[in-house]
């Protein structure tokens, strides 16, 4: 569903103004970092595999721990771990600094000082990401994610070239420095906002159980899954320009820390030039075409910043590479957003993230081994044969126009009264629902029901079964369980105004005046006093 809303419609918001001015500074001092990271790693190491897994440290934890951060986001203040977060990355700055000016640094030091900022990160973007649909209404989500974008590129647009004089001239302690000092004004707006979480009453989900309802639901929704595996290919090859980036700007073109930030800086201002069309793109363009061309386009870079050795044609190439990047993240990022209730946004950014994110970290080693073993050149080469597959892929895993359905909860579900004293962890809980079903519409029937079983299992049901009665075929019983009381209640209210199509449709099916009949029933396992007799009397028999 393409948006219509003004690009700068986000900025109404006092709070999304203050958090993105606050997170250009951020960024500005992690491009800065980054530069300082990469040119340093050249200097003290020999290794191009080392110089590539800079890269690799930073995105490597988003892959770790992306899922863990998106289910803290997801039951936990968002706000709060966004704080948690900007503090740890900026310690372990202010150690890396410290090190570094001591000439303490070695190169396996600087990849696991780089990891802990990675972890930061990790922590803080998938809630950083889903509270961009808690300060902005739905319609200005795609807006609010390009201006973010734009934000980070226009930052790359100068923190690389910025970066690169400030290592030239004070070496990369002084990145380092800067770096621990950009998270001075986020934590500021982040200790002045002060959001209005909405409580359901219900308790916290358990960690691991949010995790795995998390990956439920992205396996039960094909389009996300289409979304993952793409962007974990475009990930892996796209990452090639900007891990080898160092080495192409010290060896192939004979440059220094400020060519190299110079051409991080073209590949920025392709992206804010990206971000500036983005909308335009959009509404005139599907999502695959735009994904399949980014993919071709990206390709291109790859093998004109191979094949030349001119320093001016590679900062003209990195322009559209760079919009290549901003044109495909982006649209990946807000399918995902707007494809997704907000019980469980968090977590499917994360597994976005996770899948894109991997595919760098792998990428980021596969490019620096391949340039090792042969050369950055033939690295290139082999990168944009890869992109090129990338984008044939859409032929099996396309990426569909952003569904025009409502997210919003239904809120129509009330807890029933009981007469049993159960508590909220009380189970495991099976539910029985009876229909009637007229031969005639049995086909409809079964296919609603395939929707259904797709709808529980993606909230969180299990074992789902579909039974149909031997002596009156007319009747038929879905079945599911749930572990615990409170997961029932949880699994109800994360029904949608988009469910309720379906669960209307076979009210309508049914033939039972009230559409259909809920039994609930808690398990009780027992076993008759002369069985137990029998078992431990087989087991004195054992002794």
């Known amino acids: 569903m393409q948006q219509k809303s003004s690009t700068l419609a986000p900025f109404k918001s006092q709070a999304f103004r203050s958090l993105w001015a606050a997170t250009l500074v951020s960024n500005l001092g992690g491009l800065i970092q980054t530069v300082g990271a990469g040119w340093i790693m050249t200097l003290i190491s020999t290794s191009h595999s080392m110089v590539g897994l800079v890269q690799g440290a930073n995105t490597l934890p988003v892959v770790i721990f992306s899922l863990l951060a998106g289910a803290l986001a997801d039951n936990f203040n968002r706000r709060q771990i966004m704080i948690t977060a900007q503090l740890m990355m900026m310690a372990v700055s202010v150690l890396l600094a410290v090190l570094t000016c001591f000439g303490l640094l070695t190169p396996w030091l600087l990849l696991a000082f780089t990891f802990l900022i990675g972890c930061g990160s990790a922590l803080y973007n998938p809630p950083w990401q889903a509270t961009v649909g808690d300060i902005v209404p739905r319609e200005d989500i795609s807006a609010a994610v390009t201006l973010n974008s734009v934000g980070f590129n226009l930052m790359r647009s100068v923190g690389p070239a910025t970066g690169g004089a400030i290592v030239a001239a004070f070496g990369g302690a002084a990145a380092f420095v800067v770096n621990a000092f950009s998270y001075i004004p986020l934590l500021g707006a982040l200790f002045f906002w002060k959001p209005d ?109 191979a094949l ?133 519409n049995i086909p409809e029937f079964l296919e609603t029901m395939s929707l259904r079983r797709r709808i529980r299992l993606r909230d969180g049901a299990r074992q789902w079964t579909l039974l149909r009665d031997l002596e009156h075929p007319n009747r038929w019983v879905e079945t599911y369980h749930m572990t615990t009381w409170v997961d029932y209640l949880r699994h109800n209210r994360r029904r949608t105004k988009a469910d309720a199509d379906v669960t209307e449709k076979l009210r309508k099916l049914s033939e039972i005046p009230e559409g259909m009949r809920v039994h609930r029933m808690i398990e009780r396992h027992t076993v008759p006093e002369a069985n137990q007799i029998q078992v431990k009397h087989s087991a004195h028999h054992l002794h």
Not at 198 to 206: D, I, S
Not at 241 to 265: C, F, R, S
Not at 325 to 341: E, H, K, R
Not at 404 to 409: M, Q, Y
């Open 197 to 305: 979480y909405a409580n359901n009453g219900l308790p916290r989900e358990r960690l691991v159980a949010a995790m795995s309802d998390g990956l439920r639901y992205v396996f039960m929704s094909p389009h996300l899954l289409n979304i993952m595996t793409r962007a974990f290919m475009f990930g892996l090859g796209a990452i090639s320009v900007l891990a080898l980036l160092p080495i192409i700007a010290h060896e192939k073109l004979d440059g220094g820390a400020l060519i190299y930030g110079t051409l991080l800086g073209s590949f920025g201002v392709g992206a804010i030039a990206a971000g500036i069309i983005n909308s335009w793109v959009r509404r005139r363009f599907p999502s695959e075409a735009i994904v399949a061309g980014s993919f071709i386009g990206y390709a291109l870079s790859c093998l004109l910043l």
């Open 308 to 440: 030349s050795d001119s320093s001016i044609i590679a900062h003209i190439v990195l322009f559209p590479a760079g919009m290549c990047w901003v044109l495909a993240l982006s649209l990946f990022n807000v399918s995902v957003q707007l494809s997704t209730p907000r019980w469980v946004v968090s977590r499917a950014l994360a597994l976005y993230q996770t899948s894109s994110f991997g595919g760098m970290a792998v990428g980021s080693w596969l490019w620096g081994s391949l340039a090792d073993n042969y050369s950055p050149v033939i690295a290139l080469y082999i990168c944009a044969a890869f992109l090129i597959v990338g984008a044939l892929m859409g032929f099996k895993f396309t990426i569909f126009e952003i569904p025009s359905i409502n997210l919003d909860p239904l809120d129509q579900f009330r807890e029933p009264e009981l007469h049993l004293d159960l508590q909220a962890r009380s189970g495991p809980i099976m539910i029985l629902i009876d229909y009637e079903i007229k031969d005639e």
